[in-house]
């Protein structure tokens, strides 16, 4: 079964601080990687999305991706409280297919 | 620029019961998705449409799972009967090419009793 793990959570960080989260997938032949953000009762919305090895920076979020150890992170700097909802990890695990496997996600709480 | 839209935004019903959930993508997308995320589990795929035509119908359940998508502009998902375990929160998404992002809809969220 392919799959793609995350900590469910909640994490919780003060204010200003830099958030990390974390995904892991089973298929060595992934693709591509992507991290939707879902606010309670709302639909998910893609934040990042990552194709190459290394890290990848756009305003407050990083996406890190290493396939030898098949993880990718995001890191969320100068957390704000708007930035408390589920981050949600997918990964394209089929080669060709855009159909993303998705992680459970991580609550992720920033609190003033 | 409207959104994906679904309706309704929840629907109660009894098992053994007919529900039929419709989504509405954002104008000229092409391809159209549905996903289900069951309480506390991940969001799984159940198909897709590149128009009218399904293109991947691999996360479909079973029988009792009917999809269409005629005329290629909006998509209705029946289920018939219901059962227990269909209970969940179903999104629709849609993209204009089937490499480009997703943009998903509210979702409908199904209750079976």
């Known amino acids: 079964q392919k799959e793609v793990e995350q900590n469910s959570g909640p994490l919780s960080v003060p204010e200003g601080a830099i958030a990390s989260l974390n995904c892991t997938y089973s298929?060595?032949?992934?693709?591509?990687f992507f991290w939707y953000r879902q606010y309670s009762g709302k639909s998910p919305e893609l934040i990042m999305s990552?194709?190459?090895?290394g890290d990848k920076e756009d305003g407050r979020f990083t996406a890190q991706l290493n396939k030898a150890s098949q993880y990718v992170s995001l890191l969320i700097r100068d957390s704000q409280p708007s930035d408390s909802a589920t981050y949600l990890c997918?990964?394209?695990?089929?080669?060709?297919?855009?159909?993303?496997?998705f992680g459970r996600g991580t609550s992720l709480i920033v609190h003033p | 620029e409207a959104g994906v839209t679904q309706f309704p935004s929840h629907s109660v019903i009894e098992k053994g019961q007919t529900v039929t959930l419709r989504c509405d993508p954002i104008?000229?997308?092409?391809?159209l998705y549905w996903y289900r995320r069951v309480m506390g589990k991940e969001i799984k795929f159940l198909l897709h449409?590149?128009?009218?035509?399904?293109?991947?119908e691999s996360g479909m359940p079973n029988n009792r799972f009917l999809a269409e998508r005629t005329g290629g502009t909006y998509s209705t998902l029946k289920v018939q009967p219901a059962e227990l375990e269909d209970s969940g929160v179903y999104f629709c998404?849609?993209?204009?090419?089937?490499?480009?992002?997703?943009?998903f809809g509210p979702g409908t969220r199904l209750t079976v009793l």
């Open positions: 990552i194709y190459s090895n």
């Open positions: 104008s000229g997308h092409d391809n």
């Open positions: 997918a990964v394209n695990m089929i080669g060709g297919s855009y159909i993303p496997t």
């Open positions: 298929d060595r032949v992934s693709q591509s």
């Open positions: 449409f590149v128009k009218e035509s399904k293109q991947d």
């Open positions: 998404a849609s993209s204009q090419d089937r490499r480009d992002r997703q943009f």
